[in-house]
């Protein structure tokens, strides 16, 4: 998870003039203490810990110190912004002992380096497996400077301590995401020296600064260059070498049980690397402070959702906007023709496909225009020009006056002019673009206590057998009805009704603990047009003769889908032969809590 303390020098001078009282800005950006004019050398002044330590601690000390210089540890992988922290190391005054091609790099920006075997006399083996794995650089990070017999395990050994490790890791989570990766070329990008120097200094960070983010070398001279001893600052860092290695380890761990263990979706344990993207506002309710975090598995590279998200315009999004937006999208998701979804409070209240997206869109917005003003509209296409027309101006069908108002647009793509359209109709209007939805991934939610874990629902229509089980067949376009209802269910909360015709959303019942209620909300949104529609239910009704069924077969309906496998299908099936309805069983259910 970055923390980036500062991204520039311009933004470290405006740290040091703006924030030098304020120890902690927020969990994700802090503040040096208050800086001071004299070079930090160890020539010139002791740290604060020399000076109120035992006089043999603090001679002890000293004596290291009689080279007049710190040192600094740089092994990077990464060598983004080097040669600006090697001079701005170098001109406050300190030695700096670094590895293979970062010593090579330094050296080329014009500073001094000292290699790492020079000061373990040993040189880089096993193609360079095993370089700073030695006494005199782990010894260097680890001695503890209050500690007189660490002080002097040093000077028998005659090791030097450091100061400043900086340090960044092979970078494994791109190699094996960038393509087909062969096991073994898997195994030699994982870092063993990186983290191990990670851990050390940031387990020693009352002494050692650790820096393993090129963003905060600007933060770490301010701070150097004030001689400061901030244990605020020391901690932050600490903690996010921890966490760097943390989410390290977790991408390796992830990769290695899938090579390990090909098929089994569920590990005895696992960690999820969570990414901080922002702050919201508040949470579900005004009272509750929240975030939004983006999941770094590897499993989540490239699938698309919500979660990556561009937004192009607009206020920033809340709490419930992504919730709201991730509904919409992953329904409007499901459909290969042109498609319009409309979501509300997370249930899709209109859908409707069609080859002219602009009819489609209008034919959405009507399913249900009262939930639908102020909701969020999807689309599976670009926006073009003369879609974000539409969208601009359309006006409500209730009244034909009134222009629709949405939280939210999101489609896989604008053209130029359609965002500039879009963007014109609102101040607020957030504008978002997304990839669809990747398949067969692991879904998490959370309960008190505990996470529960499941397969995605990533089944369609095309992949499941819908059995006709009444005496009248039905026909191939009450079938196609069927089938997008289903499919539409699928998306709308438990207990699920969803009324459909000529591929559009005529009306849905959701949520409701009774799935009758949820029948009766469903008739009374389609209204008419319901006659010869098609009704599709999220699981089956555990009742026919006085309840749903016989309903919804006495409104007209033309045929009724339904998962199946109950002991009450018989009666459903009778049910339906005594109305002339059809009845296609489909074995699979949609339950969405």
């Known amino acids: ?38 070079r930090v050398a160890l020539a010139s002044s002791l740290s604060v810990a020399a000076r109120s330590a035992s006089p043999a601690v603090a001679a002890a000390q000293t004596e290291l110190s009689v080279s007049g210089k710190k040192q600094v540890l740089i092994s990077l992988s990464d060598k983004t912004d080097l040669a600006y922290l090697g001079n701005g190391l170098q001109g406050l005054g300190y ?11 330094l050296e080329a920006a014009g500073v001094s380096v000292t290699k790492v075997e020079e000061i373990t006399h040993f040189p880089e083996m096993l193609d360079g497996r095993v370089k700073t794995l030695h006494p005199s650089v782990h010894g260097g990070i680890l001695a503890r400077r209050d500690q007189e017999h660490h002080l002097k395990a040093l000077k028998d050994h005659g090791i030097g301590t450091f100061d400043v490790v900086v340090v960044n890791l092979y970078p ?70 921890f966490q760097h290695v943390a989410s390290y380890d977790s991408a390796v761990s ?19 690397p969570l990414e901080l993207k922002s702050t919201l506002r508040y949470g579900e309710n005004p009272h509750q402070s929240a975030a939004f975090y983006t999941d770094k598995s590897l499993s989540r590279v490239g ?15 809340s709490y419930n906007n992504y919730l709201d937006a991730d509904a919409a999208w992953n329904c409007v998701s499901e459909f290969d023709s042109p498609t319009c979804v409309v979501v509300k409070h997370t249930n899709p209240c209109g859908v409707a496909s069609r080859q002219d997206i602009l009819e489609a869109y209008r034919l959405a917005v009507k ?32 009244d034909g006056q009134t222009r ?70 039905p026909q191939e376009n009450e079938l196609a009805d069927a089938k997008f209802a289903w499919l539409c269910a699928k998306h709308v909360k438990s207990n699920a009704i969803v009324i459909a015709k000529n591929n559009c959303m005529l009306g849905m019942g959701s949520g409701q603990p009774n799935r009758r209620e949820s029948v009766r909300i469903a008739f009374r949104k389609a209204g008419e047009e319901a006659k010869g529609a098609a009704l599709a239910s999220d699981a089956f ?25 109950s002991k009450n299908d018989e009666d459903a099936i009778a049910c339906c032969n005594k109305y002339g309805v059809s009845l296609v069983l489909t074995g699979v259910r949609h339950f969405k809590h």
């Open 95 to 105: 030695s700096i002992v670094s590895t293979g091609g970062t010593a090579s790099s």
């Open 172 to 241: 494994f989570y791109d190699k094996v995401t960038s393509g087909n990766v062969s096991f073994e070329d898997g195994i030699e990008t994982i870092d063993i020296g990186g983290p191990t120097m990670i851990r050390a200094a940031a387990k020693n960070h009352k002494d050692v600064l650790i820096v393993v983010d090129h963003n905060d070398y600007p933060a770490l001279l301010e701070y150097l260059k004030g001689n400061q001893e901030d244990q605020q600052f020391r901690r932050m860092l600490a903690w996010k070498a």
């Open 1 to 38: 998870m970055p923390l980036h303390l500062l991204s520039s020098p311009a933004a470290a001078a405006k740290l040091a003039a703006d924030l030098r009282a304020a120890p902690l800005r927020r969990c994700h950006s802090f503040a040096p203490a208050q800086r001071h004019t004299d």
């Open 254 to 272: 992830e990769w290695f049980w899938k090579q390990s263990n090909k098929g089994e979706m569920f590990p005895p344990s696992f960690t999820v």
């Open 303 to 317: 699938a698309g959702g919500i979660g990556n998200l561009i937004q192009h315009h607009g206020k920033e999004m």
């Open 367 to 398: 399913g249900d225009a009262v939930s639908a003003f102020g909701g969020i509209v999807a689309f599976n296409t670009i926006i073009d020009e003369d879609l974000a027309k539409e969208i601009r101006e359309f006006r409500s069908p209730t």
């Open 541 to 565: 009704f555990p009742f026919a003769w006085n309840d749903a069924v016989e309903e919804a077969c006495q409104n007209g309906i033309g045929i009724i889908a339904q998962p199946g496998g």
């Open 404 to 473: 629709m108002f949405y939280e939210i647009v999101v489609a896989p793509g604008y053209t130029d002019k359609g965002l500039e359209i879009l963007r014109g109709k609102s101040k607020t209007l957030r504008i978002l673009e997304a990839k669809r939805s990747g398949k067969g991934k692991l879904s998490l939610r959370q309960v008190s206590g505990g996470w529960l874990a499941q397969e995605s629902d990533d089944l369609t229509p095309e992949e499941i057998t819908f059995t006709t089980k009444s005496e009248r067949s």
